[in-house]
Structure formats: structure tokens, C-alpha cells
């Protein structure tokens, strides 16, 4: 019977493209460590331009010059490292950094002699054989440019004499200059549709000749006259072309700079030369003014006679376009006008509700005024009404103050009928409002019209009474009167406006839909013919780019200029940039930009080698004598080391940039060549790796480097320390939870459960705080040791507690039952049977406690200050500043850093295997 063989290709594709993923992160680490130029963002995963530099630098640092004159400056002194050597350790270590100087300086001479060299052997190939071969090439380049653009426009069916190429004019002729060879050339295209631009072309063309006619044959004669201004004359005449050209005029410049000072040089002739040749002369002067002049005024009607045709062109464009493309334009500038006043119209309405409420808030704050003198007034009608039934007691006329309250109280009902009225007409919402408003001013309608009466019943007791209620009533309202009138004409204007925004957001709302409807249909219309004119456009430009490049290359400036002007319309077509379709050309001028800056560099270094070479010099002469009298005592300061570093700090700038911008450039050279330039190949490396080099020798390297061997080691011993804490630790308490039974041992457990879902990090106060009171009895367990990093990470012991009593269950008791019967001990049945079965869980114990002791990084710079104490988690942080991370050292540390936790997992994990294998119970 057959079997069918089963097919796996899409299990094998997911697992292919999920290990594609997780290894990923970890082939740009590697890739990125070894590159040059640590640009670890690149595009390019992978570099041609490696070195192990970055290792290197961090396993065995090397001093470059400027680290060796910080050392040798901070061992005279006796500063930091060297503040407890003796003089024979320090002089022993200054005469090594003497010679590693004299090293450096020797093989920078050979570096900067080797870029020349190098340099030099190519840029005479290039001068010569290379530029025929670039301009061979460039040529094979033009012929295939031709044929392709040539085809492109058989296939594209338009003329030069169509309307479609004049209206595609409309948008491509004003982007070329005056009397550029793009406009010459599309005024010729046009024929007789630009006859006028012809005639003032040609004319402007025989007067700019002219005045260069005119102006040699003034010099010609003034050559010959010698006068105290000749050579200012001169100079002024041949500056000429400063201010007219074939594509431009600058008369008023040239008159108001140059003319007076000739016309008042040429006048001063008469006092030098005889009255017929200073006739002859002026004569000539004034011809070659009166030609300036006149060419000015051509240019002028050219310029005037340019804007006419491309009007004429607009015109045609927007014929060809059509009436729909017109009324797709104008609806489309509906649309877009609509939609942007659509958002200023809602702000406005939203400001406007905005002000409604707040005007809310302040009517409502009137209620508490009105509501009780309205109540007050209408509790007073009762006394009132009793008094009007009685006849008046005299015809004394009223006190004044009685007639003013009557008067304030017409006033203010008049104030508040017109507020009542406002409201009305803003339609306010809260009609609560407006009927207390009504019904105070009903109160005082009632009062009002009985106004007489009660004047004339003054002397009455209740009536006085009344009049000194209603003072006070009508006093409390006068208070509030304002503010009410003022939030009703606010809330009228604002009410008002409001509306008007309303209506003009829902005319907009609709203007819009229709203009977005008329867009919709008119677009496919449209587009159809702005489709079409781009056609006519790309064939105008495909055009003028067959027309330049027609001319056959024969010189590098030729080459330069097609590349220029040809070059971004036709390498488009062969789906390439300019630069990579020409790439015999841009690489000879990124060869030359690179030639240039590695010569200027190269000097400027041959400078700082010479004037350190001398300050080292007379630095070594005297420095022995220095070191032992600070020995002895004396304190003094070396001129030369801050002579030195002035000079580094002049120079190594700018011959570093210099160095830099061309290494970036060789770099480009070799990733892209052309045709001929494979030859090369060898010599760009070289002098990449010597320009490499250079930085490597003279950039200045931050201690990090010689520190970070120092910050590994210590992590490696304080992960040892603890792993080995935390595993005898937990494995001793975790035995008790396992095999004893005593009280209290489930609550344990439940503590160290919790314990453990707190992270360290909230408890690095109180850490903090117990190795500074450490420190002061147990100076190797306090602040800034190892020791006492040690101490603050063995603290948690809770979770591997659980996971080894986990594993304890499950080793049988009868193990150790059976060594307690053959007289052995508890604590011999803990280490000589349960911990040899349990070395899988105390390995994995193990090496999580190292991995994450390894990487920790917050405690260990809270509680770490000195650099030389730091673990590899705190140095690593190093390489990242406020501003930028040096990604090659960094990738590099990181690699480096995973070796010593690599080579911990593959020491244990024999155990893990080992111990998951033995210890089975037979029977």
C-alpha cells in the first residue's frame, strides 16, 4: 500500500518568516557593530565598509594622541590614577606615552603620505584616460537617451504645431529664463504663432553685439592715449559684461555705477590729448552709451512682447481645456472657498453660545434680587389698598424724597419693560426669568397708578410705611437695573448675529454640497483633459530634452551640462535617478569633491603633526625634571600641554571634517561604480582604511573605552556573587517549605507569594538608606561597592524559593527516607541527595538570577557612583548621550557584554540535561 506523503510547505514558510523576525533584531546588531560609518539606520543592512575597530577599542582601548597628552598632563600632576604612584611608576609611564606619541605621529605621517600617494595615482589616470573613458561612456549613455526618447514621442501621436503643445507651453515657458536655450528654442517651435518675439529677439541680439562692437572700438583708441585715469577707465569698460549679456540688461546699474565715472574720466581727457583725438573720442563714447541705451530699451520691449505671448499661450490652454474644465475650476474654488468658511462660521457660532451662557449665568444672578422685592410688593398691596379707601387728610403737597420714589419707580419699570422686551426678541430661553421679570414690573404698574393717591395720603402712618418700603424696594432694583439692560442688548446683539451666522452656515452648508456635486460630475471631465495636457507637457519637455541632446558629448563640460539639463527629464524614462543613470560622470565629480577634501586635509594635518612634533619636543626636554620636583612637593603648571591641546583643538576639526566628508564619499565610490572605475577598487579601500585610520589615531576617546573591561568584570563578579547567594539561600529555605511541617508554614508561602509581586525598584529608598548606615561599620557592604550591590540583589529570594520547592515535591521521600534509616542526617540527605537530584531547577535558578543581575540597571546607578565601580547595565548607558548614540560601540558593548552570559548557559546547561536524566526510583 502507498503511503502519502504529507506536504509541510506552508508550516515551513511560517516557521521560515517567524525566525526571519526573531533574528532580525539580532543580525542588525551584528551588522551594525562592524560598520565603518555606524550609520545604523540605513537602508543598507549590510556595509562594504567594515572593521572590528569598535571591538577593539573597547576590549584593548588604544590611546589616541589627544588621550595620551590628557594622561601624561594628569601623571605630572599626579591626578586621578597616578595620585598614589611612585615617581619611578609615573616617570616609567610618562616615558611610555612619549613613545606611543612619537608612534602615533610617525604613522600619521605615513597615513597622510599614503592618501596623497593613493590619491594622487588615480586623479592621474583621470585627468587623462578616465575623463575619455567618462566622456565615452557618457556618449554610448546619449545615444541610448535619444533612441529612447525618441521612440517615447512616436508614441505619444502629438505635434509641435498643435493646439495641445501651445497650451502645454502655457505651463512649461515661463519656467525658462529670457533668451535661454529652452525659450529660444520653444519660440522657434512656435513659428509664426510667436512672429513679434522673433523680430524683437533678433533686434536685441544686433544691439547687444553692438555694444560690444562699439565698446572695443573705444577701447582700441584708448589704448594708444595715455592719461592719469587709463587704468580706471579701463577696468570700468571691461566690466561692461557685468551688466548686459545675452539673456539680461542692467542699464540703470550700469549708468548709476559706471557711466559717470567713464563720462567724467573721458571729459578729464581734454586737458591730456589734442581737441581732434578727445573729439574722436567722445564721439565713440557717446556711441557706446547711446548703444547701451538703446539695448536697454530693446530688452524692455522684449520683456513686454515675452509676457504678451505667454498671456496668448494662457489663453490657448484654457481654450484647449474647454468650458468643463472652466466650470470644474471655478466649482472647485466654490468648494474650497465654502469649506473654509464653513469652520470660521461654527467658531463664530460656538463663541456666540459660548457668550449665551455666560449672559445666563448673569440674569440668573438677578433672580435673587427680583423674586423678593416683587413678593415684598405684593405683601404690601394689602395695607395699601386699606389706606386708598380713606379720604386724604390734607392738601399738603408731598416730601420730595416720596415724589423721587415715585419717579425712581416709573424709571425703573420703563428700564425693565425694555429689558423684558430685549429678551423677548432674543428669544431667551429661560422664561422663568422673564416671568419674574413681568411680575415685578406688574407690582410696579400697580404702584405706579396709584402713584397720586398715595402722595396725596402722605401723612398717613401706613402710608409713610409703604414709602419707605418701596424706597428700599426700588433702590435694590435700581442696583440690578443695569446689569440687567446690559446683558439683555448683549444677548439681543449676540441673539441677533447668531442668526445671521445660523442662515449664513446653512447657505455655505448648501453652496458646498452643490459645488461638491458639481465637482463630482465635472471631474472625470476634467481630469480627462488635464490628462491630456500633461501628455502634450511630458512630449513639449521630452522635446526640448531630444533637441539638447542632439549636441554630441566631447568635454566634461559638455557631459556636465547634459546632465544638468537632460538628465532629470530623460532618466526617468529608464526608471532611474540622474545620478545613477550618469553615474560615469557623478562619479568622477564625487571622486574630485573627495580628492579636494583629502588634500585639504592632508595639509592641514602635516601642520598639526609639525607644531605638535615641536611642542613634544620641548615638552620631553623638561618633562622628567617637572615630574620629580612635584614629587618633591613643588606645584606648577605646564604651559606646553595647554600649547598642545590649543593646537589639536585649531586643527583637528577641520582636518577631521575634511577626512570624514571624503571617507564618505570613497565610500559612496565603491558602493556605486561605473564602467571604469572597478580599476580603482583596491586604491579606494586603501585609502578609506587610512582615512579611517586617521580618525582612529587623533579623535579623542571618551573614557568609556577604558573603563568598559573594568564595568564587565564587575558585573561578572557581582552576577556570580549573587547567583550563587540566591541559590544556597533559596535552596535552603525552599527544603523546610518542602519536607518539614511546622506552624505557620502555609501563611510562608502566602508571604513570600506577595513579597515577590513588588519590584525592587519601590524599595530603593529604604535600600539606599541601609548602605549608607552599612557603610559606616561595614565599609565593603556600604554606598558604591560591589559588595554591597551584592547585598541589595540577594534580597530577592521569593520567587525562586517557590520555583525550588516546586521541584522538591517532586523528588521522592522515600530517597530519603532510606539514607536516614542508613544513619545519615537531615542536612546530608539535603546536600548528598536532594541537591545533586534538584541541579536542573537550581540551574535554571541560577542562570535567570545571573542574566537578570547581569542587565540590571536602575539600582545599580542609584547605588553605584564611582565609573570605576560601575557594572557593564551603567556603562552601557554611556553610549548614548542627550543628543545622539554612538551605535558602533554600543552594538559592539552589547555583543560583548552577551558573551560571558552565553558561555554561563552553556557551563550549566550539561547540569540541566545531566539532571533531568538521573535519579529515577527503580521498581
Known amino acids: 500500500m502507498a503511503i502519502e506523503r504529507k506536504r509541510y510547505w506552508l508550516r515551513h514558510l511560517i516557521l521560515i518568516l517567524v525566525l526571519a523576525v526573531v533574528l532580525f533584531p539580532m543580525l542588525w546588531l551584528i551588522t551594525t557593530s562592524i560598520r565603518r560609518d555606524q550609520a545604523a539606520f540605513s537602508t543598507k543592512l549590510f556595509s562594504s565598509r567594515v572593521t572590528l575597530q569598535h571591538y577593539r577599542n573597547l576590549i584593548i582601548p588604544e590611546r589616541s594622541v589627544p588621550r595620551l597628552v590628557l594622561d601624561m598632563q594628569s601623571a605630572v600632576y599626579r591626578t586621578g590614577e597616578f595620585r598614589d604612584k611612585s615617581e619611578e611608576s609615573i616617570v616609567k609611564s610618562v616615558n611610555a606615552f612619549l613613545e606611543k606619541l612619537d608612534s602615533l605621529l610617525s604613522e600619521s605621517r605615513k597615513i597622510a603620505d599614503t592618501v596623497s600617494t593613493r590619491f594622487e595615482g588615480v586623479w592621474n589616470y583621470m585627468k587623462d584616460d578616465g575623463k575619455q573613458a567618462m566622456i565615452e561612456e557618457m556618449e554610448r549613455i546619449r545615444s541610448l537617451d535619444v533612441q529612447r526618447v525618441s521612440d517615447r514621442m512616436n508614441q505619444m501621436a502629438v505635434t509641435p504645431q498643435s493646439e495641445g503643445y ?78 548686459i549679456s545675452a539673456i539680461s540688461v542692467d542699464y540703470s546699474g550700469w549708468s548709476r555705477r559706471e557711466q559717470r565715472r567713464v563720462d567724467r574720466n573721458i571729459s578729464a581727457l581734454a586737458d591730456h590729448i589734442d581737441a581732434e583725438l578727445f573729439d574722436s573720442v567722445h564721439e565713440k563714447w557717446r556711441a557706446f552709451s547711446q548703444s547701451f541705451e538703446m539695448a536697454s530699451a530693446v530688452w524692455t520691449k522684449l520683456q513686454q512682447a515675452n509676457k504678451q505671448l505667454i498671456d496668448r499661450l494662457e489663453q490657448n490652454r484654457i481654450r484647449f481645456l474647454g468650458e468643463a474644465q472652466k466650470e470644474y475650476a471655478e466649482a472647485l474654488e466654490s468648494y474650497e472657498q465654502s469649506r473654509a468658511k464653513i469652520p470660521q462660521l461654527e467658531s463664530k457660532i460656538e463663541t456666540a453660545r459660548t457668550a449665551i451662557r455666560e449672559l445666563h449665568l448673569v440674569l440668573d ?121 446690559d446683558a439683555s442688548e448683549q444677548l439681543a446683539s449676540i441673539n441677533e448675529t447668531l442668526n445671521e451666522n445660523m442662515t449664513t452656515l446653512e447657505k455655505e452648508t448648501e453652496k458646498l454640497r452643490e459645488a461638491e456635486a458639481l465637482v463630482n460630475a465635472l471631474e472625470p471631465s ?61 562619479w568622477l565629480n564625487d571622486f574630485e569633491r573627495a580628492y579636494s577634501d583629502a588634500a585639504e586635509g592632508t595639509k592641514v594635518l602635516h601642520e598639526m603633526i609639525r607644531e605638535i612634533s615641536i611642542l613634544k619636543e620641548e615638552l620631553e626636554a623638561k618633562i622628567f625634571d617637572y615630574i620629580h620636583l612635584r614629587t618633591m612637593g613643588a606645584s606648577f603648571t605646564l604651559e606646553d600641554f595647554e600649547d598642545i591641546i590649543r593646537v589639536y583643538n585649531r586643527t583637528f576639526p577641520t582636518f577631521n571634517a575634511r577626512y570624514q566628508r571624503s571617507s564618505r564619499l570613497i565610500s559612496e565610490l565603491l558602493e556605486r561604480p561605473t564602467v571604469y572605475s572597478s580599476q580603482f577598487n583596491s586604491d579606494l579601500r586603501t585609502m578609506d582604511s587610512a582615512l579611517f585610520r586617521a580618525n582612529q589615531v587623533w579623535a579623542q576617546k571618551e573614557m568609556t573605552y577604558f573603563f568598559f573591561m573594568r564595568w ?169 548621550d542627550r543628543f545622539e548614540t554612538a551605535w558602533g560601540p554600543f552594538t559592539a558593548a552589547a555583543l560583548v557584554g552577551a558573551v560571558p552570559m552565553l558561555i554561563f548557559f552553556l557551563v550549566l546547561q550539561d547540569y540541566i540535561v545531566g539532571g533531568l536524566t538521573k535519579g529515577a526510583v527503580k521498581g
Request: proline residues 4%; without cysteine.
Open 526 to 586: 476634467a481630469r480627462e483633459r488635464e490628462a491630456d495636457i500633461d501628455r502634450h507637457v511630458e512630449y513639449a519637455r521630452l522635446d526640448l530634452a531630444l533637441h539638447r541632446a542632439s549636441q554630441e558629448i566631447g568635454s566634461r563640460e559638455t557631459a556636465q551640462w547634459y546632465l544638468d539639463k537632460v538628465g532629470p527629464v530623460v532618466a526617468p524614462l529608464f526608471n532611474e535617478r540622474p545620478s545613477r543613470r550618469y553615474r560615469a560622470l557623478t
Open 166 to 243: 501651445r497650451a502645454a507651453l502655457a505651463k512649461i515657458f515661463p519656467t525658462h529664463a529670457l533668451l535661454s536655450d529652452g525659450h529660444l528654442f520653444y519660440v522657434e517651435r512656435l513659428g509664426p504663432y510667436a512672429s513679434d518675439m522673433h523680430e524683437h529677439i533678433e533686434a536685441y541680439q544686433n544691439t547687444y553685439e553692438t555694444v560690444f562692437q562699439e565698446k572695443d572700438v573705444l577701447v582700441g583708441i584708448l589704448k594708444d592715449v595715455d592719461f592719469p585715469q587709463k587704468d580706471e577707465t579701463m577696468e570700468l569698460l571691461a566690466s561692461t559684461g557685468e551688466y
Open 712 to 880: 564587565l568584570f564587575n558585573s561578572i563578579i557581582v552576577a556570580l556573587s549573587v547567583a550563587l547567594v540566591m541559590v544556597s539561600a533559596s535552596a535552603l529555605a525552599a527544603y523546610p517549605f518542602s519536607r518539614m511541617r511546622f506552624f505557620g508554614r502555609r501563611q510562608g508561602l502566602l508571604v513570600l507569594l506577595l513579597i515577590q509581586m513588588f519590584p525592587a525598584v519601590m524599595f530603593m529608598i529604604a535600600l539606599y538608606a541601609l548602605l549608607q548606615f552599612l557603610g559606616r561599620y561595614i565599609p565593603s557592604l556600604g554606598l558604591d561597592t560591589l559588595g554591597g550591590l551584592v547585598l541589595v540583589y540577594s534580597g530577592g529570594i521569593a520567587f525562586n524559593i517557590w520555583l525550588i520547592k516546586g521541584y522538591f515535591d517532586t523528588i521522592p521521600d522515600t530517597l530519603e527516607e532510606a539514607a536516614l534509616i542508613d544513619g545519615a542526617t537531615r542536612f546530608q540527605t539535603f546536600y548528598k541527595i536532594v541537591l545533586p537530584l534538584a541541579r536542573p531547577i537550581l540551574a535554571v535558578v541560577a542562570i535567570l538570577t545571573f542574566m537578570a543581575t547581569f542587565n540590571e540597571f536602575v539600582l545599580a546607578k542609584i547605588m553605584l557612583q564611582n565609573i570605576d565601580k560601575w557594572t557593564y547595565a551603567v556603562g552601557l548607558w554611556q553610549f548614548s
Open 365 to 485: 444672578m438677578i433672580s435673587p434680587v427680583v423674586v423678593p422685592e416683587t413678593e415684598k410688593l405684593r405683601a404690601l398691596q394689602t395695607s395699601v389698598n386699606r389706606v386708598l379707601q380713606k379720604a386724604p387728610s390734607s392738601a399738603v403737597s408731598a416730601p420730595p424724597d416720596f415724589v423721587s420714589v415715585v419717579q425712581d419707580m416709573s424709571r425703573s419699570n420703563e428700564n425693565l419693560k425694555t429689558a423684558i422686551s430685549l429678551l423677548k426678541d432674543a428669544e431667551f430661553e429661560d422664561a422663568r426669568v422673564i416671568q419674574q421679570l413681568e411680575a415685578l414690573s406688574a407690582q410696579m404698574v400697580w404702584y405706579e397708578s396709584r402713584s397720586e393717591e398715595l402722595l396725596e395720603r402722605h401723612n398717613d402712618p401706613d402710608i409713610r410705611r409703604a414709602f419707605e418700603i418701596l424706597r428700599v424696594a426700588v433702590t435694590g432694583i435700581k442696583r440690578v437695573m443695569s446689569g440687567l439692560l
